[in-house]
């Protein structure tokens, strides 16, 4: 079965604060994409990591891909209240007919 | 460039009823998805389509039809709504490095 798995699924966090989320994946694919969601908004790609040992940063976000764990983690330094948002993993499994399947997604929420 | 174009925005549909929600791209991708979302969750995939004339099914298929005549189209149909497709619907469309998303369409079954 593809599972797309990520923790926690909600965070509060303070400004100032440096926290990790995790996405885990239950069999091979080479590459992972992350997505920001405001509410009530459609998906806003932040990161494509397309092969093993990818890291991309941009601005406060860090993400990193092992694709031999089968794990991806977006890190967050120095929280600010303009990233409280939903954050989603996906991973397209090619070599299971194309299908890209999506983590439950992780509620963040940025507190002064 | 357009990217991936949904219609309608919103509707409200009786049960019973049936409708078709559009969803369009213009970046001549193979890979079209359709997923729903309901309120607080993640994205389920419904149907998806790795090329013209081949459709599959997904993690949520049940009530949902789909089909892929042109790259281009990408259509969902609901036939007979019920109040469980109560939902935000999705449609994207991918390259290998990159996944783009329409505005989404909000239904209510009522």
Known sequence: ELKVEQNPLFLSMQEGKNYTIYCNYSTTSDRLYWYRQDPGKSLESLFVLLSNGAVKQEGRLMASLDTKARLSTLHITAAVHDLSATYFCAVPFYNQGGKLIFGQGTELSVKP | ?110
């Open chain 2, 1 to 110: 460039n357009a990217g991936v174009t949904q219609t309608p925005k919103f509707r409200i549909l009786k049960i019973g009823q049936s409708m078709t929600l559009q969803c369009t791209q213009d970046m001549n991708h193979n890979y079209m998805y359709w997923y729903r979302q309901d309120p607080g969750m993640g994205l389920k995939l419904i149907y998806y389509s790795v090329g013209a004339g081949i459709t599959d099914k997904g993690e949520v298929p049940n009530g949902y039809n789909v089909s892929r005549s042109t790259t281009e189209d990408f259509p969902l149909r609901l036939e007979l709504a019920a109040p469980s497709q109560t939902s935000v619907y999705f449609c994207a469309s991918t390259t290998v490095t990159e996944a783009f998303f329409g505005q989404g369409t909000r239904l209510t079954v009522v």
